[in-house]
């Protein structure tokens, strides 16, 4: 096991048993499996090559992945909030459009993962991506509110500073 797959594998363990609260067999059992399968399919996407492997490094990652979640749960309630008014109006008021949205990362595991927050928010779905231009296709159930370029900016950039710090 290289430096890099354990140092994953340590700190993903740690976080298991804490998350878990207790420190029993099955618990370390279940913890220590799961974990290792984790770290050896997708230890690449967290950790690249060239990246630094220190800690801060590694603390500023953490604490941009704990930054990510309540940020994706609150959109994504508000998102749910916004369709379930629309879905329940008497009269259906909504423009659906696609919109075209350049994004700033350049790391094509940070862009993905835009992607599919984008498409679990309520009312969006991210259609394409366009690799040369770093642009998404997006396809929203209401586009009257969206204006311009800072509107369509507005569906992405909220996620993009956290993705910076845990891909780039």
């Given at each position: 096991?290289?430096?890099?797959?354990?140092?994953?594998?340590v700190l993903m363990l740690g976080t298991w048993l804490i998350l878990a609260g207790e420190v029993s067999l099955t618990s370390l059992v279940l913890g220590f499996a799961g974990i290792l399968i984790?770290?050896?399919?997708?230890?690449?996407?967290?950790?690249?090559?060239?990246?630094?492997r220190s800690l801060p490094d590694l603390l500023v990652?953490?604490?941009?992945?704990?930054?990510?979640?309540?940020?994706?749960?609150?959109?994504?309630?508000?998102?749910?909030?916004?369709?379930?008014?629309?879905?329940?109006?008497?009269?259906?008021?909504?423009?659906p459009g696609l919109l075209r949205v350049t994004t700033t990362l350049q790391n094509r595991s940070a862009i993905t993962l835009l992607a599919n927050l984008v498409t679990?928010?309520?009312?969006?779905?991210?259609?394409?991506f366009d690799a040369d231009e770093h642009v998404l296709y997006i396809h929203c159930i209401d586009v009257r509110n969206?204006?311009?370029?800072?509107?369509?900016?507005?569906?992405?950039?909220?996620?993009?500073?956290?993705?910076?710090?845990?891909?780039?």
């Amino acid at each position: 096991m290289s430096g890099k797959v354990r140092t994953t594998y340590v700190l993903m363990l740690g976080t298991w048993l804490i998350l878990a609260g207790e420190v029993s067999l099955t618990s370390l059992v279940l913890g220590f499996a799961g974990i290792l399968i984790a770290v050896l399919t997708l230890g690449h996407v967290f950790l690249p090559e060239g990246k630094s492997r220190s800690l801060p490094d590694l603390l500023v990652r953490g604490f941009a992945v704990l930054r990510i979640v309540p940020l994706f749960l609150g959109e994504a309630l508000k998102g749910a909030v916004r369709v379930t008014f629309r879905a329940i109006q008497p009269r259906r008021c909504f423009r659906p459009g696609l919109l075209r949205v350049t994004t700033t990362l350049q790391n094509r595991s940070a862009i993905t993962l835009l992607a599919n927050l984008v498409t679990l928010s309520p009312g969006t779905l991210t259609l394409d991506f366009d690799a040369d231009e770093h642009v998404l296709y997006i396809h929203c159930i209401d586009v009257r509110n969206i204006h311009g370029e800072a509107g369509r900016r507005a569906l992405v950039a909220c996620y993009e500073e956290p993705l910076r710090r845990i891909f780039e």
